[in-house]
């Protein structure tokens, strides 16, 4: 039976290597930006959006099949899962690598081409690292995957930026990237097979017994990862089609402010899939409502505090972060921050249903979600640019959250028991407007180091009075974490 204080103590790991990445990033696109400029950054953002989705097609959707079939077996079933999974990663790559070498030699040219060959490196790194992370999650060894992924940051964005610097422009940001990735890659694919204890052979393979459910399990995860990831691609790729590099580079700077608020709900994401499939398992729905619902408040909680300061202070930021051209990626920012809350609710939601193989509730509700996207996209891009880009992406998000809900619901989860909802309304508009009253005092330097204090400290208090969440609350999951 999975154990709260391992959930949490894995949630920690999570949290602690995508914290370091989001804040590697969070020196390394400035310097970018300056170093590419407005077309560069424009350029780096389309080869981004490809990048995701084509690692995770790639992946066939073997890292969340490995992490649930691993965490069930034991003993030389479990290491006839790792090898399989191994040989599965492999194969993929022979087949998948070749194809898309073809499809950028026929698509592109110049430096877009350039930049994609360099991210096949890239990709193939990720498979290796996705293959390694998936077992040691299995292995509930979360703390040595988890450093990696800062490592990796740190490595592409110091190669990345010093190529792009000697005058190799974007090509050289990706050789940045294949290098981070190829490193980290090999290193959890060592330390996976180290924790197993086994080594990737002919004899440890059991192909009959694994490939069919570990293909089926990751195709269906693959169907739902590919339909998450065109929520936060597609939006940027029609930008691109539509208008150009420059207008991509700013609704990208909008869409990057918006990702770093979701470092909390992806930590969750990561974690809970394999922490969640023993209650499912023992048929204990109470006590997976009673999980899911408090870490969505958890969740909902910070993200709103989150929206709440960068409302209020996005403009600051992005002018002094990205530079002052990008005043134009203030307003798609502001609207986009509805739906970032959404999204946070679904990305809490669906990993806790994949764990009980509820899979087709969740190709339902993103589905819908998807072609909302899709469709508002294409109708307002053209007209209105990326102010309409961050509409259609932020009506999709926002519905995210209500079909996931309704998923969770059909299979007899209550993720939204006992939730404060108009007590955490009530804290995030009042810090808003706290905020908004107290920033034209002051320079932008004073709006950017003190009002976040001040809005964290107002938030605090206010959570700990109205019950929301409570410092001994706070201090308890602390506790449950370090000890």
């Not at 992490?67 to 077996?73: D, F, G, L, V, W």
């Not at 976040?452 to 999951?477: F, K, N, Q, R, W």
């Given at each position: 039976m999975a154990d709260d204080g391992s959930i949490l103590k894995g949630y920690l790991s999570v949290f602690t290597g995508d914290l370091g990445r989001l804040l590697t990033f969070a020196v390394f696109i400035p310097l970018l930006v300056r170093t590419v400029g407005e077309d560069g950054f424009g350029t780096y953002a389309l080869v981004m959006?490809?990048?995701?989705?084509?690692?995770?097609?790639?992946?066939?959707?073997?890292?969340?099949?490995?992490?649930?079939?691993?965490?069930?077996?034991?003993?030389?079933d479990r290491t006839s899962v790792v090898t399989t999974s191994f040989a599965l990663h492999t194969g993929s790559l022979l087949i998948g690598i070749p194809t898309l070498a073809g499809l950028i030699t026929w698509f592109t040219d110049g430096t877009l081409q350039s930049a994609l060959y360099l991210m096949l490196g890239a990709v193939v790194g990720e498979q290796l690292y996705y293959f390694g992370r998936g077992v040691?999650?299995?292995?509930?060894?979360?703390?040595?995957?988890?450093?990696?992924?800062?490592?990796?940051?740190?490595?592409?964005?110091?190669?990345?930026?010093?190529?792009?610097?000697?005058?190799?422009?974007?090509?050289?940001?990706?050789?940045?990237?294949?290098?981070?990735?190829?490193?980290?890659?090999?290193?959890?694919?060592?330390?996976?097979?180290?924790?197993?204890?086994?080594?990737?052979?002919?004899?440890g393979l059991a192909l009959r017994t694994y490939t069919r459910p570990l293909v089926r399990f990751g195709v269906q995860s693959m169907a739902l990862t590919l339909l998450l990831t065109s929520m936060y691609k597609i939006d940027v790729l029609l930008v691109s089609h539509f208008w150009d590099a420059t207008k991509t580079g700013h609704y990208r700077a909008a869409l990057q402010v918006s990702e770093f608020m979701w470092v909390v709900s992806v930590?969750?994401?990561?974690?809970?899939?394999?922490?969640?499939?023993?209650?499912?398992?023992?048929?204990?729905?109470?006590?997976?409502?009673?999980?899911?619902?408090?870490?969505?408040?958890?969740?909902?909680?910070?993200?709103?505090?989150?929206?709440?300061?960068?409302?209020?202070?996005?403009?600051?930021?992005?002018?002094?972060?990205?530079?002052?051209?990008?005043?134009?990626?203030?307003?798609?920012?502001?609207?986009?921050?509805?739906?970032?809350?959404?999204?946070?609710?679904?990305?809490?939601?669906?990993?806790?249903?994949?764990?009980?193989?509820?899979?087709?509730?969740?190709?339902?509700?993103?589905?819908?979600?998807?072609?909302?996207?899709?469709v508002l996209n294409v109708i307002l891009i053209p007209r209105i640019g990326i102010v309409g880009a961050a509409i259609g992406t932020s009506t999709a998000y926002g519905l995210m959250a209500v079909t996931h809900v309704v998923a969770a619901r059909n299979v007899g989860l209550r993720p939204l028991t006992g939730f404060p909802a108009v007590r955490v309304l009530a804290l995030g508009l009042g810090t808003t407007l706290l905020l908004l009253a107290l920033e034209p005092?002051?320079?932008?330097?004073?709006?950017?180091?003190?009002?976040?204090?001040?809005?964290?400290?107002?938030?605090?208090?206010?959570?700990?009075?109205?019950?929301?969440?409570?410092?001994?609350?706070?201090?308890?999951?602390?506790?449950?974490?370090?000890?």
């Open positions: 959006a490809i990048f995701l989705p084509s690692r995770k097609v790639l992946n066939l959707g073997l890292f969340e099949a490995t992490k649930t079939y691993a965490s069930r077996e034991t003993g030389d040691l999650h299995a292995y509930k060894r979360e703390e040595l995957a988890e450093p990696l992924v800062p490592a990796r940051s740190v490595i592409l964005a110091v190669v990345g930026l010093a190529l792009a610097g000697a005058g190799y422009g974007v090509p050289g940001v990706f050789a940045g990237f294949a290098t981070g990735f190829l490193l980290t890659g090999v290193l959890s694919t060592a330390l996976a097979f180290r924790e197993a204890g086994a080594f990737p052979s002919v004899r930590a969750m994401e990561m974690v809970m899939i394999q922490s969640t499939a023993d209650l499912w398992a023992d048929d204990e729905i109470a006590r997976l409502t009673s999980l899911l619902s408090r870490l969505l408040r958890y969740v909902v909680v910070l993200t709103v505090l989150l929206v709440a300061g960068v409302f209020v202070l996005g403009e600051q930021f992005l002018t002094v972060y990205f530079g002052p051209p990008y005043e134009a990626s203030v307003r798609p920012l502001q609207v986009l921050l509805p739906g970032v809350l959404g999204f946070a609710v679904a990305r809490v939601i669906w990993p806790v249903l994949q764990a009980g193989g509820h899979l087709r509730q969740l190709l339902l509700a993103t589905g819908a979600a998807v072609v909302v996207n899709v005092y002051g320079p932008w330097f004073v709006d950017l180091s003190v009002l976040p204090l001040v809005g964290l400290g107002v938030y605090a208090l206010g959570s700990h009075v109205s019950g929301v969440l409570t410092i001994g609350e706070a201090t308890e999951v602390l506790d449950s974490v370090l000890n």
